[in-house]
């Protein structure tokens, strides 16, 4: 099984899906190809959301602003899944939930591609369909692949508590306009059915949207266990004022 | 075979593939996941449109406003099909075309899931690669599936005739802007190359949309079988001036 | 293995998924169902580019503004491949490059189907999953499959020169933005690092878009070989003040 994610929209990941169906005979699962383009930080999320849901797997991941440049390629085998992408950070918030800190990245030297701009299909691809037909195994005794410890890490910032207060981020809105936080849902714990502020205005707690009347915001735990801004039926970031980024104020009595 | 359509956009769905890969060895197709946004009567008509093209499968479909609230899950066995989803009528339409009334509705104990807010992961998905591991059969002794027929139902509304107008109604607009109606295609029988008023206006009725110039309004029977109000390379719903519940009128002679 | 592709949006391809695995056991891989609408011509471009990365395989593709009309039906067998679809020109760049000059073209009698507006899933489908089923070959005995050479042909304009000039035209612009030109990208050899004119502007020649930066317009090789105009993580479209179809001008010295 090969899944595949990208920021490509369409119709470029059908060429790496024929890169990849060429050399394996693998099932492939999209997982997404609208991921926040160009936005490694957004795109590593929704992976670190999703990826960890699968059985072990060749995950083939391209967010890639610096394609064509020196940056390098690698796969990080991480609990009998191999993840293969950038090395931008994007693969490893996703690496570490599936494997916790027992993960080992590898450097790929992938030589000289057929293209510059477009390594989803000319480096990644057959570097996914490869490792499929390895059995998901890395070749310890192939000399394209190096363990590191040199990777770009990417981890999301950490919430700032200051006495009833919590200060926290927007990390991404989904596409029901629902504005995902960086707290962990954990602080809401005892307050469902109560409310709290958020940006000094009261909302109501909820375990789901529909508890709240038709276009009304609340504050709830999305699948992912972040606090969640969202609207019943509508969108949290119009209604909340927010987007990716946008600092986030939780007062919590 | 498993086939997967939800309101869910992007990239939401891929949880759901995972959670049913993780239990299931499958070939999954995607129906679609842009179904009218929590619209269950949209949504239920694009599904009696499509899963019945489908052999035997079990089909797992999610538009789900109530999720999280007491709303029951459903599994419904048709002619050997299974469909899975919320109870809010969203299969019935499906289930009913595809056995006529010759189907069993089952009433699904599902426990205490991960979240509250996607349950698509965490309630159907499982569900769904379980009854394909069973060989798309619901297992007779096992206590967390009861046969009902308390379940909520939803049949379209059916069009008035008076005299020679036909009263009817845009059930849903297709994304190239083709308004369905709930009309038969059968009142146009004999008419093909004549006109019809609609609302009041003299269009052509027309076999298909290239039988009249670019820009052109026509009057035509949909691949499903109803009248659809539609412009060659254009936009039906826009010339026409309607929407989705907008009420229509045809004047047969 | 089967690939669609069509401008059908969603959910109709669900509906041709379901027509061919009535009577194929076939793996599906989506080529795109976005393709620009009933643009035969950017259509056939994007085909061309995604279709020859495949394996063998039976590639059903529609985009057919003439559906019910008398337009014929064609299947073409290309090196292994076979590519099903409308006769209209949109699978003939793709053959071309699978095959160069060694395919053969079959006019399809398709009888008469269920309906005349839904080809893609009354004619085309089954015709592919027929196909794919007798292991991608065509029935030389059949008497519905008439070898023709009387088929639509489509090919790309190709580029003037003019003394230091060359005059082309935008074929499409891809998802990010990207003007692709009819240009070969053999042009900028030996000019990488350098500026051309671009309609008179002067404009960087880069293999790769992270060598501007950020919102900088840039000429570049795209993974199709075509001369591209782009701005790194912006849209090329925009910046140049092109379309579809636009003229441009490349002055190299």
Redesign the interface.
């Known amino acids: 099984?090969i899944?595949l994610?990208s920021d490509?929209?369409?119709?470029?990941p059908?060429?790496m899906?024929?890169?990849i169906?060429?050399q394996a005979d693998a099932?492939?699962?999209?997982?997404?190809h609208?991921?926040p383009?160009?936005d490694v930080r957004a795109a590593a999320f929704?992976l670190r959301?999703?990826?960890?849901?699968?059985?072990p797997a060749v995950h083939l991941a391209v967010v890639d602003?610096?394609?064509?440049?020196d940056r390098d390629v690698l796969a990080i085998e991480a609990d009998g899944h191999v993840l293969v992408g950038p090395d931008n950070g994007l693969l490893l918030p996703a690496a570490r939930e599936i494997a916790t800190d027992d993960f080992q990245v590898y450097d790929v030297d992938y030589g000289h591609p057929r293209?510059?701009?477009?390594h989803g299909?000319?480096v990644f691809a057959p570097l996914a369909g490869e490792i499929h037909e390895r059995g998901l195994a890395l070749p310890g005794d192939d000399h394209r692949f190096t363990a590191t410890d040199a990777f770009v890490d990417l981890t999301f910032p950490a919430p700032k508590r200051r006495g009833d207060e919590v200060h926290g981020e927007i990390l991404v809105v989904?596409?029901?306009g629902n504005a995902i936080t960086n707290v962990s849902g954990d602080v809401l714990d005892g307050r469902f059915g109560e409310t709290v502020l958020v940006n000094g205005d009261a909302t109501p707690v909820r375990?789901?949207?529909?508890?709240v009347e038709p276009g009304q915001q609340l504050v709830?735990?999305?699948?992912h266990g972040n606090v969640e801004l969202a609207v019943n039926?509508g969108r949290g970031d119009d209604a909340f004022g927010v987007t990716t980024g946008a600092a986030i104020r939780l007062t919590l009595d």
Chains 1, 2, 3 share one sequence.
């Not at 293209?115 to 477009?118: K, L, R, Y």
Request: glycine share 10%.
């Open positions: 099984m899944t994610a490509f929209g369409s119709p470029y059908a060429a899906k024929g890169a169906l060429r099932q492939l699962v999209d997982v997404a609208d991921l383009r160009q929704w959301e999703v990826l960890p849901e699968f059985p602003p610096g394609v064509g440049t293209s510059t701009t477009f299909r000319d989904d596409g029901f375990r789901t949207y529909a508890t709830t735990v999305g699948s039926r």
